[in-house]
């Protein structure tokens, strides 16, 4: 039976660990030195090389040649290649993260190496542990015997508790970059003897988006389409090929999107994005290359020149180059927020294109103004009566409201920031997904049932009508705060979040405020009726 690329590929020596280099030089000399710690945390995104190179340290401590470690040729290197060595004790943290499993281990820490001279435990994923569990590993971490050792592998590193962390030596694995990614599968395919176009072996390696054992096993999957396809001859894979196994688009297409967005013809792009549903095209991966176009057309921007695109083909850095000067950049980057935000909506159903076809439209024609009566997907217009006129010079301006009846008195309400509301409300749909991406759908769907929204000076308030379940969920103190930052990002100053009932948003004036208003307009004489005569009292709108 044939073994998978990616395995058979499996770096064995630290000179084969591609893109790491900043690891294994550190290892090797700490293996010269014989300074190797005791415990190590390999963190990064998966198919990095973490595994493996745990699987190389292990090999490299018990090697018996002192040249060179490891060999792969003693009895230690080959067992473990093997996958026989009874001192190598691999562990996945994903289905054993109790703290019996870990009391377990470290019971056998104390026995002796059966056959080498270090007992090597990789924990993979180990952000998995429960908090027990970790308690339960913290000492056999920080003491344990001289001749074991500990690689604990993560793709969460920030899940890790201090305690844990401060225990062992870390790494960082990066992604790798496209060019190192290339270059390796290159060289697979020319040890397998089969032939493959080097535009292939980019997208092959854009797709897999610094993933070494994703795009070895994409390869792997190549090399059979490609030999089905020249009816089992010699393996010839080509663009074509690569790009109808992803969904993808020829690049030529993604620029003509791009273009369509440039030149504002709207029609262009919907016709192009019907095309592409017809043939079957995944729009998730044309969306992530129009998104990475667009990233082109912006480093272009920026640095003014194609030097950053070094994995792209020179035609295509020439489009990107005309594109740049077509379109404003900050309308590049607002195609990029917006189409990225698509991407996340786009789901199966009866029209799957229609985020895309939208996110086209609102780059071109802008986003619709709601109308006065609005719906609850969009911010809420704010009504005529609540933009403060400005009084006449001389008149009195109320503290407070009419006193209806008797005992009752009302909150004044601060002057509105109309320019903030206005700005806000342009950005409104980027608002939504920054709050989407960073606190969850739930949030996002109770902000987007809101009846009306007030900005003033330091506050903003939103009314959610008679939702009371949409404001409780706005008002949970983690979520409020969340919120309360995203909208200081947007609005470019620390502002206060408050939740209210009804249909209408107001700012309610501080105590000092109200001071400041009456001494400048002297006072009201409905306000000092009410405050002689009914007993009513003047209050900056808290409880």
């Given amino acids: 039976m044939a073994q998978a690329l990616y395995r058979k590929w499996r770096s064995q020596t630290f000179e084969e660990v591609v893109g790491q280099e900043h690891v294994t030089t550190t290892l090797l000399n700490a293996l010269r030195e014989g300074r190797v710690a005791h415990a190590y945390l390999f963190a990064g995104p998966r198919g990095t090389g973490k595994t493996s190179t745990a699987r190389i340290l292990a090999k490299a401590l018990n090697c018996t040649d002192k040249e060179r470690q490891p060999c792969n040729r003693c009895s230690h290197c080959v067992a473990i290649n093997e996958g026989r060595m009874l001192d190598l004790i691999e562990i996945d943290a994903a289905s054993n993260n109790s703290v019996d499993d870990v009391r377990e281990l470290r019971d056998k820490v104390g026995f002796q190496p059966s056959e080498s001279r270090y007992k090597v435990y990789i924990i993979d994923e180990v952000h998995m542990l429960s908090a027990s569990a ?67 072996v980019f997208a092959i390696a854009r797709s897999a988006q610094g993933c070494m054992r994703d795009a070895v096993s994409l390869l792997d999957q190549m090399t059979s389409y490609g030999a089905s396809a020249t009816n089992g001859d010699s393996p010839a894979i080509s663009l074509e090929q690569v790009q109808q196994v992803l969904g993808s688009v020829a690049s030529a297409t993604v620029a003509d999107f791009v273009n369509a967005i440039a030149d504002k013809d709207v029609s262009a792009g919907l016709q192009l994005i019907h095309d592409l549903l017809l043939l079957g095209a995944n729009l998730n991966e044309f969306l992530a290359q129009v998104v990475e176009h667009l990233r082109g057309v912006m480093l272009v921007q920026m640095v003014g020149s194609g030097e950053l695109l070094e994995d792209r083909d020179p035609d295509t850095i020439q489009t990107m180059k005309v594109q740049a000067k077509k379109i404003a950049n900050p309308d590049t980057l607002r195609a990029i927020k917006r189409l990225s935000a698509a991407a996340a909506d786009l789901k199966g ?40 006129a400005a009084p006449a010079k001389g008149a009195p301006t109320p503290v407070s409201k009419v006193i209806k009846d008797h005992g009752v008195e009302q909150s004044p309400e601060a002057p509105l920031d109309a320019e903030a509301m206005e700005e806000l409300r342009g950005r409104w749909a980027e608002f939504l997904g920054t709050v989407r991406e960073r606190c969850g759908m739930k949030e996002q769907a109770s902000l987007r049932s809101i009846r009306d929204l007030a900005i003033g000076t330091d506050s903003v308030a939103i009314a959610f009508g008679k939702n009371q379940f949409a404001q ?41 405020q109200a001071v400041e208003e009456s001494h400048a307009n002297g006072p009201d004489p409905l306000v000092e009726y009410a405050v002689s005569e009914l007993g009513a009292k003047v209050t900056d709108g808290q409880p």
């Avoid at 006065?372 to 009566?385: M, R, V």
């Avoid at 705060?481 to 501080?510: H, M, N, V, W, Y």
Wanted: aromatic share 6%; charged share 20%.
């Fill in 134 to 200: 970790f308690n339960a590993l913290l000492k056999t971490l920080e003491e344990p015997p001289p001749y074991a050792r500990f690689v604990l592998a993560t793709t969460e590193p920030h899940r890790i508790p201090a305690t844990v962390l401060s225990r062992c030596q870390r790494f960082d694995f990066r992604r790798i970059p496209i060019s190192e990614i290339a270059a390796h599968l290159t060289k697979i395919a020319a040890e397998e003897g089969f032939a493959v176009q080097e535009a292939a």
């Fill in 472 to 512: 409780n969920v706005i008002s949970e103190a983690r979520t409020k705060d969340a919120i309360t930052g995203i909208l200081a990002e947007f609005l470019g100053r620390q502002i206060t979040l408050i939740c209210q009932s009804g249909e209408k948003a107001s700012i309610p004036l501080t105590r000092g």
């Fill in 349 to 388: 159903g009866f029209q799957p294109q229609l985020p895309v076809e939208l996110a086209l439209v609102e780059l071109i024609q802008g986003v619709p103004q709601p109308a006065p009566a609005t719906s609850q997907a969009q911010l809420p217009q704010q009504p005529e009566t609540s933009s403060p």
